[in-house]
C-alpha cells in the first residue's frame, strides 16, 4: 500500500496563490486606471480646455471592493450625465472663447 503525504498544504498553497494573483491583478488594473485617468486630464488641461472639464474625469475599478482575477478599470468622462453648455453666443464651455475651442480641437487632431 502507497501513502503520499504532502506537507505543506497543497490545498492551502494554491489558494494563497489564487490570492495574491487577485491582489496582483486588482493593484495593476487601478494603477493602469488612475494613469488614464491623469494622462486624460493632461490632455485637457494642455489642450486648454480648463481644469474644471479635466476634473470631470472619473476611473471606477470593479470589482468595487475586493480583489479578482477579472478586475477591470473604467475611465470616463462627464460622470452624471453632465455636458458643458455654452454660457452665451460668444463664450463657449467653460468660459473659453469660440477661438480657444477651435485652437484646442486643432491641437488634439492634428496628427493624433
Not at 45 to 54: H, Q, V
Amino acid at each position: 500500500k502507497l501513502k503520499l503525504d504532502i506537507n505543506p498544504d497543497i490545498v492551502a498553497m494554491m489558494a494563497a496563490e489564487v490570492a495574491a494573483g487577485e491582489r496582483a491583478v486588482t493593484a495593476a488594473m487601478r494603477e493602469a486606471g488612475t494613469g488614464l485617468k491623469s494622462a486624460w486630464r493632461l490632455q485637457i488641461t494642455g489642450a486648454g480646455l480648463g481644469p474644471r472639464l479635466a476634473n470631470s474625469i472619473r476611473s471606477q475599478n470593479f470589482p468595487r471592493s475586493g480583489e479578482s482575477l477579472n478586475a477591470a478599470e473604467l475611465a470616463r468622462g462627464f460622470d452624471g450625465g453632465i455636458s458643458p453648455r455654452p454660457a452665451d453666443r460668444a463664450q463657449r464651455c467653460m468660459g473659453h472663447s469660440a477661438r480657444q475651442i477651435h485652437d484646442a480641437r486643432n491641437h488634439l487632431t492634428d496628427g493624433r
